[in-house]
């Protein structure tokens, strides 16, 4: 059977303004004009989603802390559910994309497994042939021959050293004439 939430709404709502008192479902069903197997049915419903409980032994019904929220915040029973649902469809959507990310991190992870040691050893033979080649320069030249190759490379650079000072020096004689021939004009400018 299916559950009119507009009866809900009725039944909730009066157990809202019978509130820190409890209720007798029966004088909500005969006052609301509920069919007794419909009033089963919502009863059954509300306790079975929290939000109504037995309250002492004389047969009352109290509305619980979720019934509550439900009247005052979602305003009725079929909001709540739709509210719940949509989370439901975010938690499911949700989920899904942690499962699509787990299925594309190990089909990575086999990737990286499949050719970890193909390029681990295109490593270690790049690092092996570095070394030899360090170890062929260094011996293959006789300790003379370094010496000289030595000298020609400090001869170089102190003769690119002595050309630079040479031209700066050269360069610091022109800006010195400039300078003295315009002080000499300015000085026969006055003069006159």
Do not use: C
């Not at 004389?58 to 439900?70: H, K, Q, R």
């Amino acid at each position: 059977m299916t559950i009119n939430y507009h009866n809900v709404d009725i039944v909730i709502e009066k157990l809202y303004r019978q509130l820190p008192r409890g209720y007798f479902l029966g004088y909500i069903s005969e006052s609301s004009k509920i069919e007794h197997n419909e009033m089963g049915s919502i009863q059954r419903f509300l306790e079975h989603e929290n939000i109504i409980e037995d309250w002492g032994s004389n047969g009352m019904t109290i509305l619980t802390n979720l019934g509550e929220v439900i009247y005052k915040h979602y305003g009725g029973i079929e909001a709540y559910i739709n509210e719940l649902e949509k989370n439901r469809e975010k938690e499911i959507f949700i989920e899904k994309k942690k499962n699509e990310k787990l299925l594309l991190d190990l089909k990575i992870s086999k990737w990286q497994v499949k050719s970890f040691w193909y390029v681990f050893t295109i490593g270690l033979l790049g690092g092996l042939f570095s070394i030899y080649s360090i170890i062929r320069e260094i011996t293959d030249k006789p300790l003379e021959q370094k010496v000289e190759d030595i000298l020609r490379k400090r001869e170089s650079l102190q003769q690119q050293k002595s050309e630079v000072s040479i031209d700066q020096t050269h360069n610091k004689a022109e800006t010195e004439t400039i300078n003295d021939s315009i002080s000499d004009t300015k000085k026969t400018i006055v003069f006159e």
